[in-house]
């Protein structure tokens, strides 16, 4: 069993930046492919990122060039840097693990 918690989120201007944490216990994650996911209000999750086992890369077409996923193998760690924030990115940001595991989610606000 993997347990995720999410940090990190919060209000932020238009243009700013947040970067998310999602740590990892219960077992090493160095082998899973890491995501992060997001839901606004009224719509369904989707997926914003995601890094496999060697750092491979993926993103949706929205954060292309804004955001960046990477993990950190030795704080069983996975981050999402996220810049020039617009209010569409608001939403709740949620990491999973491995396609199975789900943390709790952490509130991203992007407003003036």
């Known amino acids: 069993q993997v347990q995720l918690v999410e940090s990190g989120g919060g209000l932020v201007q238009p243009g700013g930046s947040l970067r998310l944490s999602c740590a990892a216990s219960g077992k090493t994650i160095n082998s899973y492919t890491m995501g992060w996911y997001r839901q606004a209000p009224g719509k369904q999750r989707e997926l914003v990122a995601h890094?496999?086992?060697?750092?491979?890369?993926t993103y949706v077409d929205s954060v292309k060039g804004r955001f960046t996923i990477s993990r950190d193998n030795a704080k069983n760690t996975v981050y999402l840097q996220m810049n020039s924030l617009n209010p569409d990115d608001t939403a709740v940001y949620y990491c999973?693990?491995?396609?199975?595991?789900w943390g709790q989610g952490t509130q991203v606000t992007v407003s003036a």
């Open positions: 890094i496999g086992p060697y750092g491979t890369t």
């Open positions: 999973r693990a491995d396609a199975r595991y």
